[in-house]
């Protein structure tokens, strides 16, 4: 079994040491070390445990108990193929063998106050933030408990860049909006921990302070470099931006949110319910 200090290595390999002497815990090891998955072996994961997981992702926290996820299996085939086609670069949304959705469903307390005769508006800004961050938070405790049965899981936020074509294949009403979905299944090889910024860029004590983000940040761009080069067949927007001799995490990071995705989703809100009041 791998010590703390070599987890703690491999995640965040910035030489800052892991308190000792919390209690030895697998769970904690487990979330240290995971990553995720896009390749899946054949083996399909039992029914019985797709649904202990899918309870185990509705036990999570939920704002002001509003409950406002809800959480879609795509089971029919050739839905599955409907929506893994539109984005072939992700083979793995139409492969995984089992693939879910998770939706922030701002409907469910709008109905809830039409039932109880109340004034009640859920397509405001609240709402939309509210839903959306407990679906996120149903989604990661999937997320966990799967990797914590051997299961290995890929979030797919890209379906929101065609939110129109998946929403019609779905049904999705007004209010209702995916937030992600989540393939899962058992992995097919290995994989490599991604390694995360530094903790003294990430946490902050008592007051923010990001003064140290240039120098950290080239810091970190080298070390991820000597781990995982990005190819230089991988370099983003060459012709916007010209090859980069060096081309670390954050040239990459810059270069892919110049190039701003999910243009189709905020007209999608906005003609489905919410006005963000
Ligand atoms: C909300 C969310 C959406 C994501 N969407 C996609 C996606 O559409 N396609 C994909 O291949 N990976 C997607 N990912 C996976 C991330 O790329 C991955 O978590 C990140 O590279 C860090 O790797 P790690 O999880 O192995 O540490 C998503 C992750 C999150 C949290």
Redesign the pocket.
């Known amino acids: 079994m791998s010590s703390w200090s070599e987890v703690v290595g491999r995640r965040f390999g910035d030489g800052a040491p892991l308190s000792e002497g919390a209690d030895d815990n697998d769970f904690l090891r487990r979330v240290l070390s995971r ?2 998955v ?1 390749r899946y072996s054949d083996r399909i994961p039992a029914e019985e445990l797709l649904d202990r997981l899918v309870a185990c992702a509705l036990s999570a926290s939920a704002k002001s108990d509003f409950q406002q996820a809800s959480i879609l299996r795509v089971r029919d085939q050739q839905k599955r193929a409907a929506i893994g086609e539109l984005f072939p670069s ?1 083979p793995w949304i139409g492969a995984a063998p089992a693939f879910f959705i998770f939706l922030g469903d701002a409907r469910r307390l709008q109905r809830i106050g039409e039932i109880r005769g109340k004034p009640v508006r859920n397509g405001t800004l609240e709402g939309f933030f509210n839903a959306s961050i407990d679906a996120a938070l149903a989604m990661q405790t999937m997320i966990l408990c799967a990797e914590s049965v051997g299961l290995g899981v ?5 379906i929101r860049n065609e939110i129109d074509k998946v929403a019609a294949v779905l049904g999705l009403p007004d209010l209702v909006f995916p937030v ?1 979905g989540l393939c899962l299944g058992y992995p097919e090889g290995e994989g490599h921990v ?1 390694l995360r910024l530094p903790r003294t860029l990430t946490t902050h004590a008592d007051r923010y302070d990001d003064s140290a983000l240039g120098l950290a940040i080239d810091d970190y761009d080298r070390r991820r470099h000597a781990l995982h080069a990005i190819p230089r067949e991988q370099q983003r927007s060459n012709a916007e931006f010209g090859e980069a001799e060096f081309y670390g995490w954050s040239e990459d990071k810059a270069r892919q949110a110049a190039k701003a995705e999910g243009a189709a989703f905020p007209p999608y809100l906005r003609s489905h319910g919410f006005s963000f009041d």
């Not at 890929?154 to 890209?158: G, R």
């Open positions: 990553k995720t896009r992700m890929c979030p797919i936020s890209v992600a991604s």
